[in-house]
Structure formats: structure tokens, C-alpha cells
């Protein structure tokens, strides 16, 4: 009876890499052709998301392109939660301040506007009660009233009269800025990222592209990295490979959109509540953004592969459905440790939201082993000895 290397030696025997053995020298040619297609293909793909920002801007669509759509994919969640901070804030404001309009004797106002004279119109020397009184206090503010406005109700004016009638209204400069604010937050005319040189938008913005295009060129860089590697495997490694390439990339993807669409948006709201607590403006610089929206989803992606790890050492015999199941306690720990070494950000809300899935596909992990029991060393049919190759 033939061992497992002598029936895998019988069934691939050596001369199945005839055609693909080379020197070493030939090897490294071999390897500099596919870096330089893998390169070729990369600068293609990405020149061609340049144009298509382009002909996005030019038409005035912004769904076409690459880098630019995928920038503001990226910076939506934070763009949207800053957003919805600085409204909410506004209206609990409006709610507590401004919905009592104050009626002041104009002797009270005036002794106030004459204090902030006196030191050089500073708003500290001032209490809550004389803010209160300068808030409350009605100001001139003149307008311009188009004539047109009052056809439906006066009729046509006579020839010659002015188009325009200039006047005064008493406002409120509260409301006039609590109006500013929520105008900005509902039109979406404020941006809430920062940059503090000339040039991190354009590097962001390429850093973005470079990214997109690898994305992109994936099939071709894989296709280039497997032609180089593959001719050095035996057929059943490569069904392996082929076996378990489609879960990973599903498990990859589904942790990036994750992250990208529940993780980052749900992180920054929760963490933006501290500063609603504190009552401190939020400033997100876009670079510092971009280092977390960039690798934050990478990381989920690649956390999702825990299944696979579990598998894997579950086939070679290392690790059975029980063992995982006995030490879940442990892994827990491990997990959990993992999530907040890895995780950019030193906050447990960012952590939880990773430890949280990848414990859930530990479980599934357990589920997939039982199911689909991996190698016993304990029913080899061969002793060791015979394992050797003579």
C-alpha cells in the first residue's frame, strides 16, 4: 500500500514541470516581464479613471469617473455626521435660547453695547444674562423689496415708480445665524473637511485614484501573479487555490462594504457625541480621514478571512470543531485583542464594531469545521517511516 507522498508522487510525477523549470537567472527575467505588464496595466487603468473625471466635470455628471466619485464616497460619512452634529446643535440652540424672544428696555441693551465698548467689544466680560440681552435685542437691518412682489395685491405700478423699495426690519442677529447654519446643513453648501496646506487636496484626491486604479487592475495583477507562481504548483494545489479563491474574495468585499457603509458611518456618529457632550467643534482634517477611510476597510476586509484561517488549520489536522468550540473563551480574548491592535483608531467603539463580526464568523467558523471534518493524523494508515522518500 502506498503512502500519501508516494501516491501524490505516482499520480504528479516529476517531469510535470518539464516545461516550466527554468534557471534562477531565467526566473528573475520571468518575474521582471509580469512586474512590468502588472505595471503597464496599472498606469492604463488609471490614466483612463483620469479621463473619466474629467469627462465627468466637463458634463456635469458627477457619476462619472473613478477617483473622483470614489472621493466622495469615501467622505460622505464623515462629511454626513459632521453635518447632522452642527444641526442638531443648532436647533437644541434655537430650542433653548432663542424661542423666548427677549423684550429689554433699550436703557439695559444700550448699558450693555457701552460695556463692550469700554473693553474693546470682548464677549467675555459679558454674563449669560446680558448675552441673553444682546440676543434678544431687536437690530436694523436694511433690505431691498422688489416692486414685483406686491403686484398680485396692489396691481401694476405707474410708469416711472422705482423697482425697488429699500427699507428697515428689526431682526433678531440669533435667528439670522441659527437660520445661516441650518441653511448650510440642509442645502449642503458647507463642507465639513479641512485642509491646512494648498496642495492636500490634490494629493488626497491622487492618492484616491492610485487606489481606485489597483482596484481595478486586481484581475490583471492576480492574472500576473498567478501566472508566475502557479507554474511552480502541483494540479491538486492549484484546485485548492481555485477551491478556496471565490469565499475569500465574497468575505473580503462583504467586510469592505461593511466597514464603508455601517462601520464608518456608525464610528463617527458615536464618537462625534463626546465632542456633542464636551460641546467642542469637531475639525477632521481630509488626510487624516482619508489614512482611517482607506485602511479601516482593508482591515475589516482581511478580518473576514477568519472562517478560511479556521478551516485551513481544521484540513491540515491542527485544529478540530471541538478544539474551537472548547476554547471559545480564549478566542474571544484573542479576537478581541486583534481588534484593538489592528484598528487604527484607539477608541472601543471603532474595536467593537470589529470584534463583533469576526467573533460572529469564529461561530460560523465552528459550524463550517463540523460539518466538514479536516484531517485526522490519528487515522494514517501509514507509519512515518514510511513517509519518507527514498
Same mark, same amino acid.
Not at 446643535?89 to 423684550?103: H, I, N, S, Y
Given at each position: ?23 534562477? &537567472?531565467?526566473?528573475?527575467?520571468? =518575474? ?19 479621463? %473619466?473625471? @474629467? ?9 462619472? @469617473?473613478? &477617483? ?10 464623515? !462629511? ?15 430650542? !433653548? ?11 439695559? $441693551?444700550? &448699558? ?10 470682548? %464677549? ?5 444674562? /446680558?448675552?441673553?440681552?444682546?440676543? &434678544? ?15 398680485? $395685491? ?9 423697482? /425697488?423699495?429699500?427699507?428697515? +426690519?428689526?431682526?433678531? #442677529? ?8 441650518q441653511g448650510d446643513a440642509l442645502v449642503g453648501a458647507k463642507g465639513y473637511l479641512t485642509t491646512l496646506s494648498a496642495q492636500e487636496s490634490l494629493v488626497v484626491y491622487f492618492k $484616491? ?25 502541483? #494540479?491538486?494545489?492549484?484546485?485548492? *487555490?481555485? *477551491? *478556496?479563491? =471565490? ?8 467586510? $469592505? ?14 464618537? +462625534? ?17 482619508? @489614512?482611517?477611510?482607506?485602511? +479601516? #476597510? ?14 485551513? =488549520?481544521?484540513?491540515? @489536522? ?14 474571544c480574548f484573542v479576537l478581541a485583542l486583534f481588534a484593538a491592535l489592528i484598528t487604527p483608531t484607539p477608541d472601543l467603539v471603532t474595536m467593537g464594531y470589529l470584534f463583533v463580526p469576526m467573533f460572529g464568523l469564529y461561530l460560523a467558523g465552528i459550524v463550517f469545521c463540523y460539518y466538514f471534518p479536516g484531517f485526522d493524523p ?8 514510511? !513517509? *519518507?522518500?527514498?
Amino acid at each position: 500500500m502506498l503512502s500519501r507522498k508516494s501516491q501524490r508522487s505516482h499520480e504528479y510525477p516529476d517531469d510535470i514541470f518539464d516545461d516550466t523549470r527554468m534557471t534562477f &537567472g531565467e526566473h528573475l527575467e520571468e =518575474l521582471r516581464m509580469r512586474m512590468i505588464r502588472a505595471l503597464v496595466g496599472l498606469v492604463v487603468l488609471m490614466c483612463v479613471g483620469f479621463v %473619466l473625471d @474629467g469627462i465627468g466635470s466637463a458634463v456635469g455628471n458627477p457619476k462619472i @469617473g473613478v &477617483g473622483k466619485p470614489m472621493f466622495e464616497i469615501i467622505t460622505d460619512p464623515v !462629511e454626513t455626521q459632521v453635518r447632522d452634529f452642527y444641526y442638531r446643535r443648532t436647533l437644541k440652540a434655537q430650542e !433653548e435660547k432663542l424661542k423666548d424672544k427677549q423684550t429689554s428696555a433699550e436703557d439695559e $441693551v444700550e &448699558g450693555v453695547r457701552q460695556k463692550l465698548r469700554d473693553n474693546d467689544n470682548s %464677549l467675555t466680560v459679558l454674563t449669560d444674562d /446680558e448675552r441673553r440681552v444682546l440676543l &434678544g435685542a431687536p437690530q436694523e437691518m436694511p433690505v431691498m423689496i422688489p416692486v414685483e412682489a406686491f403686484v398680485p $395685491v396692489f396691481g401694476a405700478p405707474k410708469e416711472g415708480a422705482p423697482k /425697488e423699495i429699500i427699507t428697515t +426690519l428689526k431682526v433678531y #442677529p440669533g435667528y439670522i445665524s441659527s437660520f445661516s447654519n441650518q441653511g448650510d446643513a440642509l442645502v449642503g453648501a458647507k463642507g465639513y473637511l479641512t485642509t491646512l496646506s494648498a496642495q492636500e487636496s490634490l494629493v488626497v484626491y491622487f492618492k $484616491v485614484s492610485i487606489v481606485c486604479g489597483i482596484v481595478l487592475a486586481s484581475p490583471w495583477l492576480l492574472y500576473q501573479f498567478w501566472a508566475f507562481v502557479g507554474a511552480g504548483m502541483y #494540479p491538486h494545489e492549484k484546485r485548492y *487555490i481555485r *477551491i *478556496i479563491f =471565490l469565499p475569500s474574495l465574497f468575505l473580503f468585499v462583504a467586510g $469592505v462594504l461593511l466597514c464603508q457603509f455601517v462601520v464608518l458611518p456608525g464610528a463617527v456618529k458615536a464618537l +462625534l457625541k463626546f465632542n456633542e457632550w464636551l460641546n467642542i467643534d469637531p475639525d477632521i482634517r481630509l488626510n487624516e480621514w482619508l @489614512g482611517l477611510a482607506l485602511i +479601516l #476597510p482593508l482591515v475589516f476586509g482581511l478580518s473576514f478571512q477568519t472562517p478560511l484561517v479556521m478551516i485551513f =488549520l481544521n484540513r491540515i @489536522g491542527l485544529f478540530s470543531a471541538a478544539d474551537y468550540l472548547r476554547k471559545w473563551r480564549g478566542a474571544c480574548f484573542v479576537l478581541a485583542l486583534f481588534a484593538a491592535l489592528i484598528t487604527p483608531t484607539p477608541d472601543l467603539v471603532t474595536m467593537g464594531y470589529l470584534f463583533v463580526p469576526m467573533f460572529g464568523l469564529y461561530l460560523a467558523g465552528i459550524v463550517f469545521c463540523y460539518y466538514f471534518p479536516g484531517f485526522d493524523p490519528a487515522a494514517a494508515d501509514e507509519p512515518a517511516a514510511e !513517509e *519518507i522518500a527514498v
